[in-house]
Every structure is written in structure tokens, then in C-alpha cells.
């Protein structure tokens, strides 16, 4: 009896510091990734959707890597000291069916840091062919799933 109370005492040590992560050679389940308490959006970089209106006018990419095209927001991005314009998904067209997101329309917008990257934003939320403005976070994983 005493042999089954110290074989179970050692398979309940093993298992709890595996799962723990405790035990070197053991493979844990899952791996956890920690994103800080206080995450920043990155420096000099935010996200644009035009409208589709104000896309429509576009008709191609524009020719400038520094302006849309559309006048009210290439008068935001001119106060900016540099600019560099890319779509953020340059393989995507028009969805092929209704209802679906049209990525097509999403532009990535790269400044100098030293800009006021929220201000920039507000700017460009305020003008009409903008549907939405925003900044961009780093992405964090908070469970690495582990198929051993």
C-alpha cells in the first residue's frame, strides 16, 4: 500500500511540473504568450479604408507614393513632412461576392514617427472618403496550442 501512495505521489509531481512547465525534456500542452499590461500602437503607421465612392475615383492605384488622388485627404497628408502610400493587401481586387469584405480598399500609410500619429487620425476620420482611420497594434498570441 505504501508503494501505490509514493507511485501516485510521483506521477501527480511529474504531471503538475510538466504541465507547469517546471520539468526540462517534459512537453508542456500549451505554451502561454504574455502580451505587456500596456500594449502601444507602432510608431508611424496607420490603417485607411476609403469609402467606396472615393475608391471608385481612384480607378488604379495611385501614381504617387505619397498622396490617394482624392484632394480633401491628399490636404492632410501634404502636412506631413514624408509620406509613403502602399495598399495593405496589393494581391486583393473586388470581392466575387456580395457581402464580403472588400480588402482592396485598405491603404497603409507610412509617416515620420515625429508626427502626432492621433492627431493624423482625427484629421483623416473628419474627411469624407475615409470610412475609417485607425493605428496599428503589434498582435500577440496568448495560447501557443502544442499537438505532441
Known sequence: MKHYGVLILSVLLLFGGAK???????????VVNRAPDHIQPLPGIIIVKLRTT???????????TDAFGLPEVDRVLANLE???LKRTFPAQR???AP?????????????????????????????A????????????????????
Open 20 to 30: 507547469a512547465g517546471y520539468l526540462p525534456g517534459i512537453q508542456t500542452a500549451m
Open 54 to 64: 472615393a475608391h471608385a475615383k481612384l480607378k488604379k492605384m495611385p501614381a504617387r
Open 82 to 84: 514624408k509620406t509613403a
Open 94 to 96: 473586388k470581392p466575387a
Open 99 to 127: 457581402g464580403m469584405t472588400d480588402l482592396s480598399r485598405i491603404y497603409t500609410i507610412e509617416f515620420p514617427v515625429t508626427e502626432d500619429a492621433d492627431q493624423l487620425v482625427r484629421e483623416l476620420r473628419s474627411q
Open 129 to 148: 472618403g475615409i470610412e475609417y482611420a485607425v493605428r496599428l497594434y503589434p498582435a500577440y498570441t496568448s495560447v501557443t496550442p502544442n499537438d505532441f
